[in-house]
């Protein structure tokens, strides 16, 4: 019984499909830009964007965050002094892998870029609701605080950033979630999400809640997310402006590559496709050289033909997030295509990496429950969002 995400996009015409609870084929992401009606990200307003931002960030210059939506209003509301705030997410189904968290710390250059507010919402209730997890709330709740941790851990200004869950902080956004729900009626989002009649209407009406922290100013709203998340904010935007809010603009990534190869994305419902914030080192290692790789089958025919580095999951990683020096990336992309550079040694290469991110992320994580109540309750920013009940404001 399928009871969401039928795909959007048609599987059997382009071999693959993208919905916000599943990516499945190896995504065509210009196609997909055209089926969602977004747009790249042209080399005029990168440009704009690292000259406003006072400096570069890999994951831009790579187009790894390759589509948005508004973004040159988002940098003509900044010019102009109106700014504009950040919103992003995670839906606690349980333990964060490493392309969960990659989003992050993009959110947090942007923030420390810009100097803007950041909302993270952790969405308890919605991977409660999506029956096919089999979570209990508990669950739910409970891994809402370990991904905390983690969401900590990359390092946001606490005087700038709110995180909360939707089940504790639903008093303060209900009047506004069924100001956004009365404007939107059940055909639409079946088509939008491909709900059927065996959906249970606590899904049909999430998408309200997943819509409201993007209403939270009266100002522009920029959301960094994988591109996955895009079919809500087509829905916000079709409604805000009859609210007397902002259409919300969004910067959109590609999906970090499983370890399986190049087909869909990586997921933490196929556990062996992942690594995980929490792996040590050993299991990284075993992991990666378990991995999909693009090069011969003997090392004779590498040195002869070289490697695919499209398709190699220990290049594509470092292309797509753990090597920032382009220079290197580059030579590493050469030598791996000339045969000089074999599969094993770019694995170790990327061990190296990933064992040194995830050392850095464990220790910061420790320190983040410390944190905690900075996050979510007494920072300046989270004091702020407890005393205000969105949509009665006004
Ligand atoms: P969730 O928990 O599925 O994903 C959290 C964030 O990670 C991105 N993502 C990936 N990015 C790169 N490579 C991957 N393999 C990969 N897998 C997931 C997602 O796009 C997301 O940015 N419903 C949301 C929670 C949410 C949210 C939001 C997300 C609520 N509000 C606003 C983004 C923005 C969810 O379940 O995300």
Redesign the pocket.
Known sequence: MALFGQPKNNKQETGFSVT??E?TGQVDYERLVKEFGTELITDELLQRLVSLAGGSNHMLRRRIFFSHRDLNHVLDDYEAGRGFFL???????GP?????????HFTKWLQERFSVNLY????DD??FLEEKRGLTLEETRRWSYE?ILDIIAVGFDPDRTFIFQDVDFIGNMYPLAIRVARKVNFSWVRAVFGFDHQTNIGMIFYPA??IV??LFERRRCL???????DP?WRVQRDIAESLGYYKTAAIH??????LSGPEG????SQRET?IFLSDDAKSVRKKIWQAFSGGQPTVELHRKYGGNPDVDVAYQWLY?FFEEDDRKVEQLRQDYMSGKLLSGEMKEILIEKVVKFLERHQEAREEAREKYHLFTREGKLAQQMWETKFGLET
Do not use: C
């Open positions: 916000p609870w990516v919103y992003t997410g995670r839906g606690p189904s964060m892998h490493i392309g969960h968290i990659i989003p992050f993270i919402q952790i969405t919605e991977k991904n809640i997943q922290p993007a959301i960094p997310a994988a591109i996955d998340q809500y990534s590609k999906f970090l590559m499983p994305k990586m997921s933490a992942a797509y």
